[in-house]
C-alpha cells in the first residue's frame, strides 16, 4: 500500500508535466499541426464574415470558355493580345497586368511560318511576303510599351536558364544585420516571359501562388526570391508590382518599394533581424508576415470584378466606366489549369488572389496577426493551466470543468472578435486545446486516486462478500473490448467493373466523379440494407459486407443471394436514368456493371483495430476468399460468383452455373465457383440449360486431361446466345499452358491462380 501511495504522489507531477509539453509544443508547433487546425478556425471565420465588397477599381479580363469558344484555342496570337491591351488603353485603364507568361515566341507570327515553309522556289514569293510582316511578339511588346502594363513570371524549381528582369526599386529599412533574401520564399528556377516583352512593360512581377500544407492559398506572396547560379535577387509579387505601376501611371513617376524589416522605425528585433514588418509603395503601407506575404481577407463571388475577354475583343465600346480601373487579365477556364484551392472555393480563378490582394492594398483593409499574439496566446494558455492545477484538488471536478468550457468559450469568442471588429487572426485552438489537456490530465489522476480508494474499499468488502457480487457493484466496460465472437457469415465483394476508364473520363471534373460513385454506391448499399446485411466499410469503389453479424440471421446465404440480384436490378434502372440524362453522350464508357464475390464460412467479427481506434468488422478465411471470388469475376464474364459453401446452403432455390474449380493464391484448399444466374425457374431456360451443358463437357474433357476435346467443347460453347467470350477465353489460356507444363500425376482438375 506504501508502494501505491508513494505512485500516486508521482502521479500528481503528471498535470504539470502536460502543462509544460502543451506550452512547448503551443510555441514550437512540431509538424505545423497547430497551424493547420487554426488556419481551419481562419477558414471558417472568411466564410462566416467575407470581407465586404468596396469598389476599388479593379477588375479582371478572364480568358473563359466562352472566350475560348469565340476567340479560338489559346495560345491566342500576340496580335490578338496587342489588340486586348490597346482597347483597354481606350478606355483609360490605369494598368494592365498579366496573370500569365509567355516564355516563347508566338509560333503564329508570319516570320515563324515562313521559316516553316518548304525551301522550294515556288514559296519564295510567299516566303518573303511574309517575313515582310510585323512579327506578333514585336506587335504585343509595343502595345505594352504603350501601355502601364505589368507582365507576370513564375519561380520554381525547374532552371530555364533565363532570369526575370527586375524593374522595381527596392529599399530595405530595418537592423543592420536583416537580410530580406532570408526572409521570403527562395526558389531555384523561373519561367519568365519573352526578353523583348519584359523589356517593353514597364512591371515585372511575379504570380507565385504559394499554398499551405493542406493546399489552400491563404496569402499571397509581396517577395518572392530567386536563387540561381550563385546569384540572388528579390522580386516584387504581381499585386505588388500592379500598385507600383499604377501609382506610376497616376503620378508619373514609379515609386521605389520599401521594405521595413525587423529594427527598423522602433521594431524590435529580439534575436530574429530576418523578419518583415511591412512595405510601403507610395501612400500605401502594407502590413507584411515575417515571411514577406499579406494574408487575403476574401470576399465572395462578385460577378461585377470579371469582364469576359470576348467582350473587350468584340465590343469595347461595351465596357462601361473602366478609367483608371486597374485590369488584370487571367483565365477561369478548366482546361488552363489556373483554378486554385482558398477558404472560400476550391476551384477559385487564380488571377482572383491577385485581384483581391490589390483592391485591399488600395482600400487600406487588412488581416494579420499581430507581434503580440503567440506571446497572448501563450500567457492565456498559461494562465489558465496553472487555474486548473491549483484548484483541481479543492473544488468539486464539476466546477473545474465549468471554468474551462468558459475559459475555451472565451477563447473562441475573443477571437472571433478580434477577426471581425479589429482584422486580427488570434489563435483560439491552441489555447483551447492545452486547457483541455491540462484539465484532462488533471482529472485523469484526481480519477485514479479515487478509483484507488475504492479499490481498497472494495478489497475490503472482499473479505466478505463472493467476488462475483463485488465485481457488480463496479461499472462494467467490457463491451467495447477488442476482440470479437466467432460465428458463421455469409460474405461479399461488391466492386464497380471498368472504374479506371470512368474515372479517366473525369480527369477534369474530380466532383462529378465522386458524385456518380455516391450514385452508384447509394442503392447498392440500399440493397444491403433491405436484405438485412451489415455494411463493413468501403473501399474506394468497392462495398464489403456481411450477413449473420451482429444479429442472427436466418438463412443469411440466401439473403446474400437475393441481395446481389437486386443489386443487379438496381443497376439497370441506373443505367437508363444516365442514359436517359445523357451520360454515356458525355462519357464514353460501357454502363455501370458491378462484379460479386459471395463466400459463407466460419469468421471472427467484433472490434477490431487499434486502443486507439477500433470498427466493427470481420476476418478469416472466408473474408479473403469471398474478395478474391469477386477479384476473378472478370475472368468468367459473369457478374456474380459464389462459393461452393454458400451454394450448398441454398441449393434448389437459385440457379448455378458451375465455374471453377480453383485453388486462389496463397490458399492450398481448392474450391468451386459457381455463377449466380438468377431464381430457380431461370434453370429451367432453354439458354440457360444449353450454356451449362456446354460447360459440363468443357470441365469433363478438361479435367479429364482431353484438350482437344476441351477445345472442341469451348468451340460449341461460343455459337450459344448469351454465352460470354471471357471464360472461353480463360480455359483456352489453360489448355495452352496445360499442353505445354502438362499438370502433375494425381492432378485433381484444379487450376492455381498465380495473383490475386
Known amino acids: 500500500?506504501?508502494?501505491?501511495?508513494?505512485?500516486?504522489?508521482?502521479?500528481?507531477?503528471?498535470?504539470?508535466?502536460?502543462?509544460?509539453?502543451?506550452?512547448?509544443?503551443?510555441?514550437?508547433?512540431?509538424?505545423?499541426?497547430?497551424?493547420?487546425?487554426?488556419?481551419?478556425?481562419?477558414?471558417?471565420?472568411?466564410?462566416?464574415?467575407?470581407?465586404?465588397?468596396?469598389?476599388?477599381?479593379?477588375?479582371?479580363?478572364?480568358?473563359?470558355?466562352?472566350?475560348?469558344?469565340?476567340?479560338?484555342?489559346?495560345?491566342?496570337?500576340?496580335?490578338?493580345?496587342?489588340?486586348?491591351?490597346?482597347?483597354?488603353?481606350?478606355?483609360?485603364?490605369?494598368?494592365?497586368?498579366?496573370?500569365?507568361?509567355?516564355?516563347?515566341?508566338?509560333?503564329?507570327?508570319?516570320?515563324?511560318?515562313?521559316?516553316?515553309?518548304?525551301d522550294?522556289?515556288?514559296?519564295?514569293?510567299?516566303?518573303?511576303?511574309?517575313?515582310?510582316?510585323?512579327?506578333?511578339?514585336?506587335?504585343?511588346?509595343?502595345?505594352?510599351?504603350?501601355?502601364?502594363?505589368?507582365?507576370?513570371?513564375?519561380?520554381?524549381?525547374?532552371?530555364?536558364?533565363?532570369?526575370?528582369?527586375?524593374?522595381?526599386?527596392?529599399?530595405?529599412?530595418?537592423?543592420?544585420?536583416?537580410?530580406?533574401?532570408?526572409?521570403?520564399?527562395?526558389?531555384?528556377?523561373?519561367?519568365?516571359?519573352?526578353?523583348?516583352?519584359?523589356?517593353?512593360?514597364?512591371?515585372?512581377?511575379?504570380?507565385?501562388?504559394?499554398?499551405?500544407?493542406?493546399?489552400?492559398?491563404?496569402?499571397?506572396?509581396?517577395?518572392?526570391?530567386?536563387?540561381?547560379?550563385?546569384?540572388?535577387?528579390?522580386?516584387?509579387?504581381?499585386?505588388?508590382?500592379?500598385?507600383?505601376?499604377?501609382?506610376?501611371?497616376?503620378?508619373?513617376?514609379?515609386?521605389?518599394?520599401?521594405?521595413k524589416m525587423a529594427g527598423g522605425g522602433g521594431e524590435l528585433a529580439v534575436g530574429q533581424p530576418n523578419r518583415v514588418i511591412s512595405v510601403k509603395v507610395g501612400p500605401f503601407v502594407i502590413p507584411s508576415t515575417s515571411d514577406g506575404q499579406m494574408w487575403v481577407h476574401f470576399t465572395t463571388d462578385q460577378p461585377s470584378r470579371r469582364i469576359p475577354a470576348w467582350k473587350v475583343l468584340e465590343k469595347p465600346g461595351a465596357l462601361g466606366d473602366l478609367e483608371g480601373a486597374a485590369i488584370y487579365v487571367g483565365t477561369s477556364a478548366a482546361g488552363l489549369l489556373d483554378l486554385r484551392t482558398t477558404p472560400m472555393r476550391i476551384d477559385t480563378p487564380g488571377v482572383e488572389l491577385h485581384v483581391q490582394a490589390l483592391e485591399q492594398m488600395l482600400l487600406g483593409h487588412y488581416l494579420g496577426r499581430p507581434?503580440?499574439?503567440?506571446?497572448?496566446?501563450?500567457?492565456?494558455?498559461?494562465?489558465?493551466?496553472?487555474?486548473?492545477?491549483?484548484?483541481?484538488?479543492?473544488?468539486?471536478?464539476?466546477?473545474?470543468?465549468?471554468?474551462?468550457?468558459?475559459?475555451?468559450?472565451?477563447?473562441?469568442?475573443?477571437?472571433?472578435?478580434?477577426?471581425?471588429?479589429?482584422?486580427?487572426?488570434?489563435?483560439?485552438?491552441?489555447?483551447?486545446?492545452?486547457?483541455?489537456?491540462?484539465?484532462?490530465?488533471?482529472?485523469?489522476?484526481?480519477?485514479?486516486?479515487?478509483?484507488?480508494?475504492?479499490?481498497?474499499?472494495?478489497?475490503?468488502?472482499?473479505?466478505?462478500?463472493?467476488?462475483?457480487?463485488?465485481?457488480?457493484?463496479?461499472?462494467?466496460?467490457?463491451?467495447?473490448?477488442?476482440?470479437?465472437?466467432?460465428?458463421?457469415?455469409s460474405i461479399m465483394f461488391c466492386d464497380i467493373r471498368g472504374f479506371t476508364p470512368i474515372a479517366e473520363s473525369f480527369r477534369s471534373d474530380p466532383q462529378g466523379l465522386t458524385r456518380l460513385i455516391n450514385r452508384v454506391l447509394t442503392p447498392l448499399s440500399r440493397d444491403v440494407l433491405q436484405h438485412q446485411g451489415t455494411i463493413d466499410k468501403y473501399i474506394g469503389d468497392c462495398v464489403m459486407a456481411f450477413w449473420n453479424a451482429p444479429l442472427d440471421i436466418e438463412d443469411h446465404p440466401l439473403h446474400a443471394c437475393d441481395c446481389a440480384l437486386a443489386m443487379q436490378d438496381s443497376l439497370a434502372a441506373l443505367n437508363n436514368e444516365l442514359t436517359g440524362e445523357g451520360f454515356f453522350e458525355k462519357h464514353p464508357v460501357s454502363p455501370i456493371a458491378v462484379t460479386v464475390g459471395i463466400n459463407t464460412g466460419i469468421c471472427v467479427v467484433g472490434n477490431m483495430g487499434s486502443d486507439l481506434r477500433f470498427d466493427y468488422s470481420a476476418l478469416?478465411?472466408?473474408?479473403?476468399?469471398?474478395?478474391?471470388?469477386?477479384?476473378?469475376?472478370?475472368?468468367?464474364?459473369?457478374?456474380?460468383?459464389?462459393?461452393?459453401?454458400?451454394?450448398?446452403?441454398?441449393?434448389?432455390?437459385?440457379?448455378?452455373?458451375?465455374?471453377?474449380?480453383?485453388?486462389?493464391?496463397?490458399?492450398?484448399?481448392?474450391?468451386?465457383?459457381?455463377?449466380?444466374?438468377?431464381?430457380?425457374?431461370?434453370?429451367?431456360?432453354k439458354t440457360f440449360q444449353d450454356l451449362e451443358a456446354a460447360l459440363k463437357a468443357l470441365f469433363a474433357a478438361f479435367r479429364s486431361r482431353d484438350w482437344p476435346g476441351a477445345q472442341a467443347a469451348i468451340a460449341r460453347g461460343r455459337t450459344l446466345a448469351g454465352a460470354p467470350a471471357e471464360i472461353f477465353d480463360t480455359y483456352e489460356e489453360r489448355i495452352q499452358h496445360f499442353m505445354y507444363e502438362p499438370p502433375p500425376d494425381g492432378w485433381d482438375g484444379s487450376w492455381s491462380a498465380r495473383d490475386k
Open 1 to 118: 500500500m506504501a508502494g501505491l501511495a508513494g505512485l500516486m504522489g508521482w502521479l500528481g507531477l503528471v498535470p504539470w508535466a502536460v502543462l509544460l509539453l502543451a506550452l512547448l509544443i503551443q510555441w514550437n508547433d512540431f509538424g505545423r499541426v497547430l497551424e493547420g487546425q487554426r488556419n481551419k478556425v481562419f477558414d471558417f471565420y472568411q466564410n462566416a464574415a467575407p470581407r465586404p465588397y468596396v469598389d476599388a477599381g479593379v477588375r479582371y479580363v478572364d480568358v473563359d470558355e466562352e472566350s475560348i469558344r469565340r476567340i479560338g484555342q489559346w495560345p491566342w496570337p500576340r496580335t490578338t493580345l496587342a489588340t486586348l491591351t490597346r482597347n483597354l488603353q481606350e478606355s483609360r485603364v490605369g494598368v494592365i497586368s498579366w496573370d500569365m507568361v509567355f516564355p516563347e515566341a508566338d509560333r503564329t507570327s508570319p516570320p515563324s511560318i515562313a521559316r516553316s515553309l518548304p
Open 120 to 259: 522550294a522556289a515556288e514559296w519564295q514569293a510567299t516566303r518573303e511576303q511574309l517575313e515582310s510582316l510585323p512579327d506578333n511578339d514585336a506587335v504585343f511588346a509595343q502595345a505594352l510599351k504603350e501601355t502601364p502594363s505589368v507582365v507576370g513570371f513564375i519561380l520554381g524549381a525547374a532552371d530555364t536558364g533565363r532570369t526575370p528582369i527586375l524593374k522595381a526599386g527596392v529599399a530595405r529599412v530595418g537592423d543592420p544585420d536583416s537580410s530580406l533574401l532570408e526572409a521570403v520564399q527562395g526558389f531555384s528556377g523561373a519561367t519568365v516571359p519573352l526578353d523583348l516583352l519584359q523589356q517593353a512593360a514597364p512591371g515585372t512581377g511575379a504570380f507565385n501562388a504559394i499554398t499551405d500544407d493542406d493546399g489552400i492559398i491563404r496569402r499571397v506572396p509581396l517577395f518572392v526570391a530567386l536563387v540561381n547560379r550563385g546569384k540572388s535577387e528579390i522580386y516584387p509579387g504581381l499585386a505588388l508590382e500592379t500598385l507600383r505601376v499604377a501609382i506610376g501611371s497616376a503620378t508619373g513617376t514609379y515609386p521605389t518599394i520599401q521594405v
Open 371 to 489: 507581434d503580440w499574439s503567440d506571446g497572448a496566446e501563450l500567457g492565456f494558455a498559461l494562465a489558465l493551466g496553472l487555474l486548473v492545477l491549483l484548484s483541481i484538488n479543492r473544488v468539486p471536478v464539476f466546477w473545474i470543468a465549468a471554468v474551462a468550457l468558459v475559459a475555451v468559450v472565451f477563447a473562441v469568442g475573443v477571437s472571433w472578435w478580434a477577426f471581425t471588429e479589429q482584422r486580427w487572426l488570434l489563435d483560439p485552438v491552441a489555447p483551447s486545446l492545452n486547457i483541455a489537456l491540462v484539465f484532462a490530465a488533471a482529472s485523469i489522476v484526481k480519477f485514479m486516486r479515487t478509483e484507488t480508494e475504492r479499490r481498497t474499499v472494495r478489497d475490503a468488502f472482499a473479505q466478505y462478500l463472493p467476488p462475483d457480487v463485488v465485481n457488480e457493484i463496479a461499472l462494467d466496460p467490457s463491451r467495447l473490448r477488442l476482440g470479437g465472437d466467432t460465428r458463421e457469415l
Open 620 to 685: 478469416g478465411d472466408a473474408v479473403n476468399l469471398s474478395a478474391r471470388i469477386q477479384s476473378f469475376a472478370g475472368n468468367y464474364g459473369f457478374p456474380l460468383v459464389v462459393g461452393e459453401d454458400t451454394v450448398t446452403r441454398v441449393s434448389g432455390k437459385f440457379a448455378f452455373l458451375e465455374l471453377d474449380f480453383l485453388a486462389v493464391k496463397g490458399r492450398a484448399t481448392p474450391t468451386y465457383l459457381y455463377a449466380l444466374m438468377g431464381h430457380a425457374h431461370v434453370a429451367e431456360t
